[in-house]
């Protein structure tokens, strides 16, 4: 039976809810075939497509893709070189060269219950229920973090798919690469 958290059920102490986008890479220059395109993800992370100039609304529909490229200190910039055969792939290429990059939701649990190491434990899918909705969220637990005294019992479980970061590959190739050669 898999275990579900909630107030109601007097097994959580808190719970809090995290959306990171802050690695989110949504201009992503690629390299390849001889040329360079930059390629952008709006901010539901799907790719922005560039209107074709022989359509007879060209300008209006460039216009809008315009104010849906990233701007600011909402851009998030990565280079890469993608390995393609023709200029028609690098879209393509580039988007699954970053497609480790992407946005994280965690939750963050707070219990006492004791039932960690026996009902659950790293690596289960527990669920969460969102007491002010009914909802319920079911993920896989990422992190265990305990403080065991004689007086407490505090345990802070951290659920969510964290998928690597490309920054995060990409030093881990440089450091792999370090020493070799």
């Not at 989110?24 to 930059?38: C, F, S």
């Not at 345990?155 to 998928?163: A, D, E, H, S, V």
Request: charged share 25%; glycine share 8%; hydrophobic share 35%.
């Amino acid at each position: 039976a898999r275990v579900i958290f909630s107030a109601e059920r007097q097994n959580v102490t808190s719970i809090s809810f995290e959306h990171d986008e802050t690695n989110l890479y949504n201009a992503i220059t690629a390299q390849g075939a001889g040329t360079i395109e930059v390629v952008y993800r709006d901010k539901d992370n799907n790719p922005l497509i560039p209107p074709e100039p022989s359509d007879p609304n060209y300008q209006d529909k460039l216009n809008e893709y315009q104010a849906k490229i990233p701007q600011g200190i909402a851009r998030r910039e990565c280079a890469l070189e993608v390995n393609v055969n023709s200029i028609g792939e690098i879209r393509k290429a580039a988007l699954l060269a970053a497609e480790d990059n992407i946005s994280t939701h965690t939750y963050n649990l707070g219990t006492f219950s004791g039932d960690y190491g026996t009902k659950f434990s790293l690596g289960d899918i527990v669920s969460v229920k969102d007491d002010a909705t009914g909802n319920y969220f079911s993920d896989v637990i990422t992190e265990v973090h305990m403080n065991l005294s004689a007086e407490n019992r505090n345990i802070q479980i951290t659920l969510g798919r964290q998928k690597p970061k490309l920054l995060n590959k990409i030093v881990k190739n440089m450091l792999n690469g370090i020493g070799k050669g």
